[in-house]
């Protein structure tokens, strides 16, 4: 169903690039894949895979199914307004915008009657390994479904309230740099304890990757798998309690609430 569909994605930086690599790893037609970027020569490698890239925005949506926008918070109301003329009410518009709720972007497209929903994912969609985070209360079931077909097939996804849109930003799209930061320090102490850098990443990597699929597939709670690898006066708990006694969870748990009330502030 989705593959019959032609895609835009309007503002092809990291995001909207990462959801166009995503697509053509999963084999989504590359005739039915148009991307635009105020510098197209940046989308050159997506050209010389067959994908029509440009810098009309305009001409771009005209023949859309389905118009992702992925640009910059400061400039999506400019490029709304300039296509809003040119939007069909069949169309389905898809904000990937932080910060720019459902009603703002319908007040910038002023007389349009297009649908309007958002969608939250991380840079791991380039890969299909995204958690993305949907908000579509207009939407049709049909509609629906091509959501879900869309992002699941580039990772997981969840329908959520808008409001916790902001919440979803933190956790997925800048939680992504978060367990980059905790994987880097994980190298940092494994080069410091005598492994070369490119071992000591080969392991963190698969370590992490290793815990997340553990919480997945077993559906346990963290402190349940914590508890198998935890033994009295063991090397682990005392790693652990050194860790909380510094304020690791602390300063995590802090780094995602000032991230949150970054956001919070713009929004006023």
């Not at 990291?14 to 999963?26: D, Q, T, W």
């Not at 510098?39 to 895979?49: D, I």
């Amino acid at each position: 169903m989705l593959t019959k569909n032609k895609i835009t994605i309007i503002g092809t930086g990291n995001l909207g690039a990462s959801i166009a690599g995503g697509l053509l790893k999963n084999d989504f037609p590359v005739e039915n894949i148009r991307l635009t970027r105020r510098n197209k020569v940046l989308l050159q490698p997506f050209a010389e895979k067959g994908v029509t890239v440009g810098s009309n925005n305009v001409e771009a949506v005209k023949s859309a199914d389905i118009i992702i926008v992925a640009v910059k918070p400061f400039v999506i109301n400019s490029i709304l307004e300039e296509i809003a003329p040119y939007l069909q009410n069949n169309q389905l518009l898809v904000s990937v915008v932080s910060g720019i709720s459902i009603e703002k972007i319908k007040t910038s497209l002023s007389e349009s009657k297009i649908t309007v929903c958002r969608a939250m994912p991380n840079t791991a969609i380039a890969i299909n390994q995204s958690m993305t985070c949907i908000s579509a209360p207009q939407t049709t079931d049909y509609q629906k479904n091509i959501l879900v077909e869309l992002f699941s097939g580039l990772g997981e996804s969840v329908f959520i309230n808008e409001e916790l849109m902001d919440s979803a930003t933190v956790l997925a799209a800048c939680g992504i740099a978060f367990v980059m930061r905790f994987i880097r320090a994980m190298v940092q102490g494994g080069i410091e304890i005598g492994f070369d850098s490119k071992t000591a990443s080969l392991i963190a990597n698969q370590t992490v990757k290793g815990a997340a699929e553990l919480l997945i597939q077993n559906k346990l709670h963290p402190e349940e798998e914590i508890d198998k690898v935890t033994t009295p006066k063991g090397y682990t708990i005392s790693g652990l309690n050194e860790m909380e006694h510094n304020g690791f969870s602390s300063s995590l748990i802090k780094g995602i609430l000032t991230s949150y009330k970054k956001i919070e502030k713009a929004n006023l």
